[in-house]
């Protein structure tokens, strides 16, 4: 083995391994499942447009089969029955994605709130806590909830 390929080994073995890297990659799937079952279930409606639109965007975001996402949005759902706080999800996200990945998740998380075509005070509460948690700039959530609610026509 030549020099180079003791240093890649070392690097590899303190960086991880690639089954660290799928770990990675299903925490963060977890993470921003359960962020969207926040997002469609605390105002206590849950909508078909909503659970239909959620399902949607967790297999375009993460290349998914039905059933793959019907199983994270299952997952997503269990997680969210458990939790008392979002600061679990959130901080998965923000430490595996950068600003713009972080930006999307926000961008899901008010898809999901305006599926049903209104956004009540629940709704806007957690908005405002999650883009906060995700470090999203007030800039970048009042833009993004001001294009969904021009959708909406409001």
């Known amino acids: 083995m030549g020099f180079l390929d003791d240093i890649t080994a070392r690097f590899k073995s303190l960086v991880g391994s690639e089954a660290d890297e799928a770990t990675d990659d299903s925490d ?82 008010f898809e999901i709130v305006a599926a049903d075509g209104k956004v009540d005070v629940f709704e806007e509460n957690l908005m405002t806590r999650a883009s906060t948690l995700l470090r999203v700039p007030d800039y970048y959530r009042d833009t993004v909830r001001s294009k969904l609610f021009a959708l909406m026509g409001r």
Request: proline content about 0%; aromatic content about 4%.
């Open 28 to 109: 963060l799937r977890n993470a921003i499942a359960t962020l969207l079952v926040r997002s469609l279930v605390i105002d206590g409606e849950e909508t078909i447009e909503e659970a239909m639109k959620l399902v949607d965007l967790l297999k375009s975001q993460f290349d998914l089969s039905d059933r793959e996402a019907e199983d994270l949005f299952n997952e997503g759902k269990r997680a969210e029955r458990e939790a008392t706080d979002l600061f679990k999800f959130t901080n998965v996200v923000t430490e595996q994605m950068d600003r713009d990945g972080r930006i999307s998740v926000l961008e899901m998380m």
